[in-house]
């Protein structure tokens, strides 16, 4: 059986190469919803909306797990989609735990999109594990619409990333939380206006580890032919240019791992 990733779009990418390294004989589908993309500027039950489509879309094709690689849909939509259905759904949120038990002195900005930023389980999330108020939250919408339209380093990029990053001292921070797989592909940019202080975090590592934990517990760990079928909203992407514009963000991927 297949593992279903799924995104608003392809920031689930980043998610999707990193477990396709950890799972190398699994099967998988990847499903970025590009009718609806961006999710994090519109109202959390559009997003809901969205979300039960999608899933009722990988259900039928007969999945052993659904990774929900996109933080604003597991804010708030994942609860209900585990009442709904009996599979394993395994969700992300902002790594700012990681973040602090990795220093724990210095502060931590967590970048995300507003819905994750301002939402309820962020807010959660934040009374349970800073203690000592060392997080700040910082809503970044706009790189979502530049990584769909694959503009990662442009000047835009950068003095959008400056202007918002301006206001805070970033010499006092250790850690730059990537709350949205779609910032991954923006390391390159950030790291020319972060101090060498400040290294990256993100959650895709942890998904990955729960995916194949959840995975061993049922017995469903599988060694298969290595298989990835994409989806934009229940499309089969199969045409050169559409896989070509996949591949393209496979690269740069490749090379921000590296970072
Ligand atoms: N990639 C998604 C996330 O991790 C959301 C991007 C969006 O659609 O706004 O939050």
Do not use: W
Request: net charge negative; proline share 5%; with cysteine.
């Amino acid at each position: 059986m297949k593992i279903a990733v799924f995104d608003s779009g392809i920031g689930g990418l980043s998610v999707l190469y990193e477990a396709h390294r950890a799972l190398p004989q699994e099967q998988f589908i990847f499903f970025a919803d590009e009718d609806h993309v961006p999710y994090g500027t519109q109202t959390p039950e559009a997003v809901q909306q969205h979300v039960a489509e999608a899933f009722d879309f990988l259900v039928q094709q007969d999945v052993k797990a659904i990774v929900v690689a996109c933080n604003t849909a597991t804010s708030v939509a994942v609860p209900a989609m585990r009442e709904r259905y009996d599979l394993p759904i395994i969700g992300m949120e902002p790594a700012a735990k990681l973040a602090l038990d990795e220093d724990g002195t210095h502060r931590v900005l967590v970048v995300a999109t507003p819905i994750t930023v301002h939402g309820k389980k962020m807010q959660l999330l934040i009374d349970k594990v800073d203690k000592d108020h060392l997080v700040d939250r910082l809503a970044l919408p706009r790189l979502v619409e530049f990584a769909e339209r694959q503009e990662f380093d442009s000047p835009a990029v950068r003095d959008y990333l400056a202007g918002e990053l301006a206001p805070y001292d970033l010499t006092q921070y250790s850690a730059l939380v990537l709350g949205c797989t779609h910032f991954n592909y923006f390391k390159p940019a950030f790291r020319h206006l972060l101090p060498e202080t400040m290294h990256f975090v993100d959650g895709n590592a942890g998904t990955v580890r729960e995916l194949r934990r959840q995975l061993a517990v049922r017995g469903q760990l599988e060694q298969l032919v290595p298989d990835v079928a994409y989806y934009y909203s229940g499309r089969r992407v199969s045409d050169a240019t559409g896989l070509a514009r996949i591949e393209h963000y496979l690269r740069q991927l490749a090379q921000v791992y590296s970072l």
